[in-house]
């Protein structure tokens, strides 16, 4: 019996695509057969950098049945998450880091028929997510410091995927275990034997000639 308790999912990272082509983004990460698309929403503050905003997700909704990973990297997603999940985000992820109302924001994304996400930056513990684990649906670990596209995969964060994936088998739980950043065929393999389940990656996928190899990868895993 396989010792993961989820087949892998590759999320494509829209953040690694050509910006003034987004529509023809999710429909290249449809034809290549995929489920999720992943996108990174980014305020200037939490992170160095800014992206997309829930009007831009709106617009690809009405181009796309894909399940939208809707990642927010913001100082204060409480104030944002309504109106993610009103733009039609399948799940909203939420980082551990900024001081706000973390328990309640997830219990308000739930409310709003959203999926439920908690993330923790490289440098955080895993113990710092432990108190929302019994409730979200999925669990995105970083693998780099977020921000940006095109960096390189953090290996010093595989002990802490190792770490989360022991807590969900001894509490008995089912949330899906993302990585995010650097990842490509030779990371994503490092994260499975860790027990990661759900693949982020941007510059690797549209950077890839053969994108159904590349997804075929990942799902061999
Ligand atoms: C980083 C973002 C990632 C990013 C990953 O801040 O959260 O989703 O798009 O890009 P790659 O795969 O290029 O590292
Ligand atoms: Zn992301």
């Not at 799940?91 to 309640?104: A, K, N, R, T």
């Not at 710092?128 to 670990?141: F, G, K, M, Q, R």
């Not at 977020?146 to 802490?160: A, N, T, W, Y």
Request: hydrophobic share 45%; aromatic share 8%.
């Amino acid at each position: 019996m396989s010792r993961h308790c989820h087949t892998p999912i590759l999320a494509p990272s829209i953040l690694g695509a050509d910006h003034a082509n987004l529509a023809e983004a999710v429909a290249t990460v449809e034809q290549t057969g995929l489920e999720w698309v992943h996108i990174d929403i980014m305020d200037g503050h939490f992170v160095p950098n800014l992206s997309f905003g829930p009007g831009v997700v709106a617009a690809l909704r009405k181009r796309s049945r894909l399940f939208f990973d809707v990642h927010l990297m913001l100082d204060n997603p409480h104030l944002y998450v309504e109106a993610f999940a009103e733009a039609g985000a399948d799940l909203i992820s939420i980082h551990v880091e900024p001081d706000y109302d973390i328990g309640g924001t997830l219990e308000h994304i739930r409310r709003l028929g959203c999926k439920t996400g908690i993330v923790l930056n490289p440098a955080t513990p895993a113990a710092h997510i432990e108190p929302y684990l019994d409730t979200v649906d999925l669990v995105l670990a970083m693998t780099v410091q977020p921000g940006f596209g095109g960096q390189s995969f953090r290996e010093d964060v595989l002990p802490k995927l190792a770490e989360i994936d022991a807590v969900r088998r001894s509490r008995g739980l089912s949330f899906r275990l993302e990585v995010d950043g650097g990842i490509d065929t030779a990371r994503a393999p490092l994260c499975r034997e860790q027990g990661v389940d759900t693949f982020v990656a941007g510059t690797a996928f549209f950077r890839a000639a053969d994108k159904a190899a590349f997804a075929a990868a990942i799902h061999a895993l």
